[in-house]
């Protein structure tokens, strides 16, 4: 396929998922399409060869999904919040990893490129589009701290908290006295509750509240 009809492709999906096109998809879709041509992928992927570190959410990762193909469906996603609009890009067949980032003077290149343009954002919606991939961005090889292996884990694998009684799947239990327990009951949670409550008690509440 022609690679700006891929590329408009690429932005019309991304546009029907979020409702509209900013600024950020376009980033999110070029990064994903030079991912792929550095890597020698054929993207969107059709398989799980390639593993995504995303460092923010939003729009962004919208676009970048859409020309990856790489989801939380497929177990091919991963976000680590830094508030940035890059992502490293995981060839996990090839064992290499390629980060890729906006470069810091892309939104002073677009103002230049389009300065008749209704707002900064129309700007760098319009740019984004036709700024060429060298000027875009920053890309370099990078070394993962972390297990691919342990990441993406085991099928089928999978055991109950001792302590709440759930279970745990893709080998995330914390061993404790050589015991499993979920993040959770280990004291590494993201929330806390008071008591056990039923549907109809959670029911309850809410049409009590509301």
Known sequence: MNELLKFNELLAESTRRHDHLC???VIGVRMGMLAGKLLHLDLPQTNKR????????GCFADGVTVSTNCTLGHRTLRLFDYGKAAATF????????LRIAPSPKLRTLAAQMIPEAESHWHAQ????????????FD???VTLDLSMTELISRHGVRVNCTACGEEIINEREVI??????CRACAGDSYYHS???????????SVLENS
């Open 176 to 181: 404790v006295n050589r015991r499993p327990f």
């Open 50 to 57: 390639l593993f995504t570190f995303l460092e923010t959410d």
């Open 139 to 141: 890309v370099k090889w």
């Open 125 to 136: 919606l319009a740019a984004y589009q036709h700024i060429l991939d060298e000027m875009m």
């Open 194 to 204: 008071s008591e056990r409550a039923t549907i109809a008690d959670v029911r309850a």
């Open 23 to 25: 600024p950020r998809q």
């Open 90 to 97: 995981v060839d996990t067949e090839m064992e290499r990893a």
